[in-house]
């Protein structure tokens, strides 16, 4: 069996699967979501102890939201945890082989195996949500480079400029889900669902389609991907607002064709299958032939 974990920064989800057959699509025995707490790592610890005192479990993978080497996260916005977490040493002590990776990097072994990564070997996986995340699979590989596409430089002169980290007017900053609460939320009017029904002009909703166009064709001009495929509560609530088309991407690359862009096929439960998928890899690699 293996147990994998979706951990973010408002929920956690879990889910534990029989090792399938190469090519078989992971059917699970078990999946729960819980609102994420502040100690995510005790919550995490007692949810894999009760989890591995029910049944065999010979694998453990975890998306983490943050970027992450070697089983460690380097810090994560959404957990609010901006120190390096060995994740590795902490769970040692269950001696079941444990997988850390950023969960953008878990999700796209989803897509590569059950969605867009079916009819082409080249493609992004954008992540619209609280923040913005890339992932990337060229010639059916995972890129395993710190991609950092979602904090590149759309407005370098709009002023006042909106912060983040140690930069500003990033796309993130612009159209991210945290970047629209904090530039446009207002009163009662908090979350981007309240914000998108009650406080945006269209004239706003334009600018931050523009905004993704401009940011979807410097992808393109850097990937080559032939389809971008959305993930991520903001993009697949609000994809027919604000994701561009082909036709408005077009305007910020010089690649043709420009390549079609679609929802992630397993919108739900794309993080815990992606690290199934990881944590089978590692399974297998570790089984003689
Ligand atoms: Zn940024």
């Not at 997988?99 to 953008?104: C, E, F, P, T």
């Not at 706003?204 to 993704?212: A, E, G, K």
């Not at 998928?277 to 003689?288: D, G, I, L, S, W």
Request: proline letters at 7%.
């Amino acid at each position: 069996m293996i147990l994998s974990v979706d951990l973010g920064g408002t929920k956690l989800q879990y889910g534990v699967f029989p090792i399938q057959p190469e090519g078989s699509p992971p059917q699970a025995m078990l999946v729960d979501t819980v609102v994420t707490e502040r100690d995510f790592l005790g919550q995490l610890t007692s949810i894999i102890r009760e989890l591995t005192d029910a049944c065999p479990i010979s694998a453990i993978a975890i998306g983490v939201p943050g970027p992450t080497s070697a089983n460690v996260m380097r810090g994560s916005f959404p957990l609010d945890h901006p120190d390096t977490l060995d994740f590795g040493a902490a769970l040692h002590g269950f001696n079941v082989p444990i997988i850390i990776r950023n969960d953008l990097d878990m999700a796209i072994h989803c897509e590569l195996r059950l969605g867009a990564g079916l009819s082409t070997d080249n493609f992004c996986l954008l992540s619209l949500s609280t923040g913005i995340g890339v992932s990337v699979v060229i010639d059916g590989r995972v890129l395993d480079r710190k991609v950092e596409m979602g904090h590149q430089i759309l407005r370098p002169d709009l002023d006042p400029p909106i912060p983040c980290m140690d930069h500003s007017n990033c796309w993130a900053a612009l159209a991210s889900g945290s970047g629209i609460a904090r530039r446009f939320g207002r009163g009662a009017h908090t979350t981007t669902k309240e914000i998108f029904a009650h406080v945006l002009t269209e004239g706003d909703v334009r600018d931050l389609r523009r905004c993704n166009a401009q940011a979807f064709g410097n992808i393109v001009s850097a990937y080559d991907p032939e389809v971008i495929v959305v993930m991520g509560s903001l993009g697949l609530t609000q994809f027919d607002s604000i994701v561009p088309g082909q036709d408005e991407i077009a305007g910020f690359t010089v690649n043709r064709p420009v390549p079609e862009v679609m929802r992630c096929r397993m919108q739900q439960d794309i993080g815990i299958l992606g690290a199934y998928y990881a944590a089978a890899e590692m399974v297998a690699r570790k089984q003689p032939g």
